[in-house]
């Protein structure tokens, strides 16, 4: 395997001494890139681009030819699993993820297999191991999933939802049908992390997009329980380094130190809360990502460093710290303060790491 070339995001993962804050972006390869759009043109739909490992490659590479970004993220869905899982996704133009066969009952739930990663979810893998041999050791490759929650919400809907009425019905009414298709997902989800660590992973990334919907009761029981279950089930070390785990739960501010005590080595947070505050409640249990309101790269140059300057601020001095947004990049922000943004980080964080 060649040497990593710059390490830096997964030393701040694990606190060790770094020279300057290390930076990527959440949906760093996509819309926003008009390279991206040539490259989707080209496949046809964005599964034939997920599922053709060259074009996958291509659009994840993109984003580090602009910028100096210091991870490469996986070019491909958390809706991956469901749809191995028989659920039919779709893509209508302007309204998301769509699917099929949705979740209604117990007997749905019971049908549901657990994906081969190396069978129906072989051009995941497929992807990861040419992406990792198109890096070259340039930068870290991350892997990543859904959280059971998350992906469970977008079965029980049939596609994207603002009150989850749905889900929330399920849970309620039938919880232990819930908890059999969330207990499957978990179970999935450390079979196709662990698979992506063998092909060439060298850290993942779990997104809870929509734990933060949930009750703090009903977050312990429905999203953090099978996300916990998911870090102790995760390969954490291969090619002789330690393979961190990211946990990302949007608008899981105020549960951050349950999140902390799962064994997950960062926890991600988006802009609803201070940093500096995140920094205070964890100290040094683990690393922090996060966490600049992607809306803010609407803004002037000058007001894009001010805020990057506030956030590093906030963490403060030394290691543990891998900076983001506080999700994914809007697709239509200017490309060129995505590039402000990549070298405030850099240029502005030296000092914290003297
Ligand atoms: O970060 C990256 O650059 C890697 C690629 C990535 C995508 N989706 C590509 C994508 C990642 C990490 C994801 C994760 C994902 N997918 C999440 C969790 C993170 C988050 O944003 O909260 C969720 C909830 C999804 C589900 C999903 N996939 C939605 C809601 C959509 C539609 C979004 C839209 O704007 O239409 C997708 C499609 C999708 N996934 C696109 C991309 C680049 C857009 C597809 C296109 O090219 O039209």
Redesign the pocket.
């Known amino acids: 395997m060649t040497e990593l070339k710059n390490d830096r995001y997964l030393r701040a993962l694990l606190k060790e001494p770094v020279d300057y804050t290390p930076v990527w972006m959440?949906?760093?390869?996509?819309?926003y890139l008009p390279e991206y759009k040539a490259t989707?043109a080209q496949a046809g739909d964005?599964m034939s681009?997920c599922k053709n490992a060259e074009l996958a490659c291509e659009v994840t590479l993109q984003p580090l030819r602009r910028y100096d970004l210091d991870a490469a993220?996986?070019?491909?869905?958390?809706?991956t699993i469901p749809d191995a899982m028989g659920l039919g996704l779709y893509?209508e133009t302007g309204e998301?993820?769509k699917f099929e066969r949705p979740i209604t009952c117990k007997a749905d739930v019971e049908k549901i297999g657990l994906p081969d990663p190396e069978g129906e979810l072989q051009y995941v893998m497929n992807a990861v191991r040419t992406i990792r041999k198109g890096l070259d050791g340039q930068v870290p490759l991350i892997g990543?999933s859904?959280s059971p929650w998350?992906l469970a919400t977008?079965m029980v809907e049939g596609g994207?939802s603002k009150a989850f009425t749905k889900i929330k019905k399920m849970m309620y009414a039938d919880p232990q049908t819930l908890h059999l298709l969330l207990d499957k997902l978990a179970d999935s989800v450390i079979e196709y992390l662990n698979a992506q660590i063998k092909a060439g992973a060298q850290s993942v990334m779990v997104?809870d997009?929509w734990g933060g919907v949930l009750t703090p009761r009903d977050y312990n029981d429905f999203s953090l329980q099978y996300m916990h279950k998911i870090v102790d089930g995760l390969v954490r070390e291969n090619e002789g380094r330690r393979v961190p785990v990211t946990l990302f739960t949007?608008n899981g501010g105020m549960w951050l130190e349950k999140i902390a005590a799962t064994g997950c080595d960062g926890v991600g947070l988006d802009w609803t809360i201070d940093m500096a505050e995140a920094k205070r409640r964890i100290g040094d249990k683990v690393a922090l990502q996060g966490n600049m309101d992607p809306s803010m790269l609407y803004a002037s140059p000058e007001r894009i460093r001010e805020e990057v300057a506030t956030i590093l601020e906030g963490f403060g001095t030394g290691s543990g710290h891998v900076f983001n947004l506080g999700?994914?990049i809007h697709?239509d922000v200017p490309p060129e303060n995505a590039g402000v943004f990549v070298d405030a980080v850099h240029e502005l964080s030296r000092p914290y790491h003297k």
């Open positions: 959440m949906r760093q390869a996509g819309r989707r964005f681009l993220i996986l070019f491909s869905d958390i809706l893509f998301g993820p990543f859904g998350t977008y994207s997104f997009t949007k999700h994914g697709l």
